[in-house]
């Protein structure tokens, strides 16, 4: 994998990766396809609206279909029919996230399958091992995500650990067409965050994600932790803030030097009625959108937005119309890539700040109004 | 409307159908769009795949979103965003399902919304008035589809009632936009379903559909009765044969000389993971496809057939991901689209008979396989 920077705005980055299967300007948002598909929408689609990178997901992709049947088919790229490049989530936010369910030593996480509750034990060498051999084109190490809230005690421990696996993952790796990245953990603790920096940057990573934010804590900590991690980050290496977020949390966090993103808010929203728009959030199911046929916003150029009405999409959702997720998933992801590819242009031009103000203004404007 | 015969091949016959939004050549089958939106597929797939003419339901429409909605919209097609013809079915079928719900009399329908329950009556003149105020391109009259079994008594009661109720439609028609056709009841009854013919074919319909079957009878009786009444119907205008059916039971009637197909078939199977291909049913869920990356049907052109494997088929849908409802339906519409288009190539070619033995041998054969 290359990475280059193309131009800077601040500590703002426009940025070029490619891979074997293709290439993504930075900043960019990665659709989430958890089990090999984007709920909703065919891979003509996503590449009709621009995005050539998106993200599995190892634990899920693990259990079903699993190793096996990818390897079969000659790989993730094959078995999915997604010909552009693929970063997997090495599955510890979901293993983390199962609780009970998990059962975490220094040699890795033990696990029961939410699916059908059988046993299953993850290393940082397994999952490194899976990513190569399903073929990913970035493939996140193992770590702990560390929940919110916990203890500064916990949090090192946790932190040292990730550490350690980081290493481990580095020791096994074997194929050239799967880029590694280390992942950033630490809580809400600023100096085991920056501790945590200190010992990834020595290690000969692809990329360093920001890990552990997004899950629960106040946003005033998920931005303190961003501000001061991202631009301490090595300057020619791409930086991904895992599972954020709102169009305002990236934004914010472009400002202060981050490349990748992925959320499942612009899907997981669109199934639920809760679209994007570039005059804030609307909820379609609202009765005030009952005889309302004007597009849900008019500066949007998505197929959605082209061709019906919000009254059309009510009608949809109430109904329960798969249609609904569909048109709805189009539109919002269509609305994630156009802020990433206004976020580009403005870094290219030298203008991110002003652009930066001038769309929140717009959005929070609007979102007063409408949702 | 206007309709022509361009070709006759025995009973079969090679038709152009065209109305306000676009023409059809038939035989046709029409995609079943219940309330407004085919499900699983965007308009622009159903477009290209083939399919200019679709089907809704005035009964649904009526409930959700409403009369008004859709006439302040512009009337249907502005509401729903397709371009091309739209029939729709009276709701006759609908309401007479729901059994104890509703009420008869000479009048018309009284029932109660499957959704929440309020009460609503529909009249022969209103379904008409309905169709009209929304624009659609065919409206079928209300009828009374009488049930299987039904006593000899209670069919003819039930097929002069809907004779009385296609003459009091007529006499209210307001729009040249909109075709009105007639539609032959009678159950199983061969005197009473010819009577009705007899009667229904001296009222000045743009078609007339053959309704009542596929609602639980035999096999053997619908073929009967479709062989019975399709040659009886007047030669200059397209005949429908509502709610059928299989490949083969189009097949058939085709062979009688039926022009125009209507079932939820090829969506409803889709959803459930039944797919139909040139070498019969597929199961896409059962486990000999874990492994299986082959296409569905490697005769088959459609997006899913060009792009995927059944391994993978199988697995979106045993992970009930919504991708599966959209894969399994272009393929099944796609299906079904080029039955129709290969019917219509070999009754303009007079081959119609050949194509359709060869068609059912290999179709017949692989079921036993695959199925």
């Given amino acids: 994998m290359e990475y280059k920077i193309l131009k800077k705005d601040g500590k703002a980055r426009l940025g070029l990766l490619k891979g074997k299967h293709g290439e993504t300007e930075t900043p960019c948002f990665m659709p989430v396809g958890t089990l090999g598909a984007v709920k909703g929408l065919t891979w003509k689609e996503i590449k009709e609206i621009g995005y050539s990178l998106v993200l599995s997901n190892v634990y899920h992709l693990y259990l079903r279909p699993g190793l096996e049947v990818i390897k079969e088919a000659g790989g993730i790229h094959s078995f999915i ?17 199962l ?8 040699e890795g996480v033990e696990f029961r399958s939410h699916i059908d509750g059988s046993k299953h034990f993850f290393t940082p060498e397994f999952v490194v091992k ?12 193992l770590d702990e995500c560390t929940p919110y809230p916990a203890t500064y005690e916990y949090a090192r421990e946790s932190m040292e650990r990730t550490l350690r696996w980081a290493r481990r ?44 934010l997004s899950v629960g804590e106040p946003k005033e900590e998920m931005f303190k932790i961003t501000a001061l991690v991202a631009p301490n980050l090595p300057e020619d290496k791409p930086r991904y803030l ?10 914010f966090a472009v400002e202060q030097g981050v490349d990748m993103f992925d959320c499942v808010m612009p899907t997981r929203n669109a199934r639920n009625g809760t679209l994007f ?8 199911k609202a009765s005030r959108y009952k005889k309302d046929f004007s597009p849900l916003d008019p500066e949007c150029q998505c197929y959605t937005c ?17 249609n609904s997720v569909i048109l709805n ?19 290219r031009e030298g203008r991110f700040k002003e652009f930066k103000e001038e769309f929140l203004r717009k959005f929070k404007r609007g979102s007063q109004f409408f949702s």
């Fill in 306 to 322: 082209r061709n019906f009405s919000k009254a059309y999409l009510r009608h949809l959702y109430v109904s329960k119309e798969v």
């Fill in 99 to 106: 609780g009970s369910l998990m059962k975490l030593t220094e």
């Fill in 169 to 212: 993952s580095l020791k096994v790796r074997s194929s050239p067409d799967t880029a590694l990245f280390g992942i950033v953990q630490g809580g809400v603790y600023e100096d085991l965050r920056l501790k945590c920096v200190e010992e990834i940057v020595k290690l000969p990573f692809e990329g360093y994600a920001i890990g552990g």
């Fill in 329 to 347: 998933t189009i539109h919002n992801l269509h609305f994630y890539g156009k802020l990433m590819e206004k976020i580009r242009e403005a870094i």
């Fill in 242 to 251: 895992m599972g954020v977020g709102t169009p305002e949390d990236i934004l």
């Fill in 130 to 141: 899976f990513e190569e051999e399903v073929g990913v084109d970035i493939g996140m190490v």
């Fill in 81 to 97: 029919g997604w010909d552009g490049l693929i970063l997997t989530d090495s599955g510890g936010f979901q293993v983390f996230s």
């Fill in 277 to 284: 728009t570039s005059y804030g959030k609307v909820n379609i």
